[in-house]
Nanobody, 123 residues
Framework: QVQLIESGGGLVQAGGSLRLSCAAS????????AGWFRQAIGTEREFVAA????????SYADSVKGRFTISRDNAKNTVYLQMNSLKPEDTAVYYC????????????????WGQGTQVTVSS
């Protein structure tokens, strides 16, 4: 397992942008696929985006396609989520997750999780 720490959350107006970062411990992070999930108050955690260990393959939830971009820098053991054109409905706690092997959009496949970072989008 790897340890994950998210940062970059905050309060932003609708239409604005934020970039979340997920820093991972461990020299083998480059062999892990990664994903971002989010959970709004009163809802279940949902998939946002995922990226393969190499960064060559990505997947997005329909609700964020065209607005969010997931990327990674394995030399820095960091995964990013660039969020543009933010909407009030994007308000949630955002979690970074990692798993060995192929990337997935199912949270049940991920064994390592960060503590989450709050994103609040005001209208």
């Amino acid at each position: 397992q790897v340890q994950l720490i998210e940062s970059g959350g905050g309060l932003v107006q609708a239409g604005g942008s934020l970039r979340l970062s997920c820093a991972a411990s461990g020299r083998t992070f480059g062999s892990y696929a990664a994903g971002w999930f989010r959970q709004a108050i009163g809802t279940e955690r949902e998939f946002v985006a995922a990226i393969s260990w190499s960064g060559g393959s990505t997947s997005y939830a329909d609700s964020v396609k065209g607005r969010f971009t997931i990327s990674r820098d394995n030399a820095k053991n960091t995964v990013y989520l660039q969020m543009n054109s933010l909407k009030p409905e994007d308000t949630a706690v955002y979690y970074c997750a990692a798993k060995r092997g192929y990337y997935s959009n199912s949270e049940r496949d991920f064994g390592s999780w960060g503590q989450g970072t709050q994103v609040t989008v005001s209208s």
